[in-house]
Nanobody
Framework: QVQLVESGGGLVQPGGSLRLSCAASGFTFSSAAMSWYRQAPGKERELVATITSATRSTIYADSVKGRFTISRDNGKNTVYLQMNSLKPEDTGVYYC????????????WGQGTPVTVSA
């Protein structure tokens, strides 16, 4: 029912760019906060960026601030992560997460899309 499908990952050289997409269905997308996480090999999953619902307020991990941009298109039920000036340490599987509902609040994760930054 609730589903998140990431796409856009791949292999890119350092300094390059990628745009990840996360297509959502099964819930009211416009009311959900959306986030991107990543998990590098052998590391814990970490928050990359979040965008809220109504105000479209954004937060970023310090490691990506100024290089990555999260955005959303409520008409397409899609959240994006524009990744510029990529570094090898950006390598990992990138996951989309939706946070929705009130009391309780639910989290749903996508399956992930791999990103490899390497020369």
């Amino acid at each position: 029912q609730v589903q998140l499908v990431e796409s856009g990952g791949g292999l890119v050289q350092p300094g390059g760019s990628l745009r990840l997409s996360c297509a959502a269905s099964g819930f009211t997308f416009s009311s959900a906060a959306m986030s991107w996480y990543r998990q590098a090999p052998g590391k814990e999953r970490e928050l990359v960026a979040t965008i809220t619902s109504a105000t479209r307020s954004t937060i970023y991990a310090d490691s990506v601030k100024g290089r990555f941009t999260i955005s959303r298109d409520n008409g397409k039920n899609t959240v994006y992560l524009q990744m510029n000036s990529l570094k090898p340490e950006d390598t990992g599987v990138y996951y989309c997460k939706a946070s929705y509902g009130v009391h309780p609040r639910y989290d749903t994760w996508g399956q992930g899309t791999p990103v490899t930054v390497s020369a």
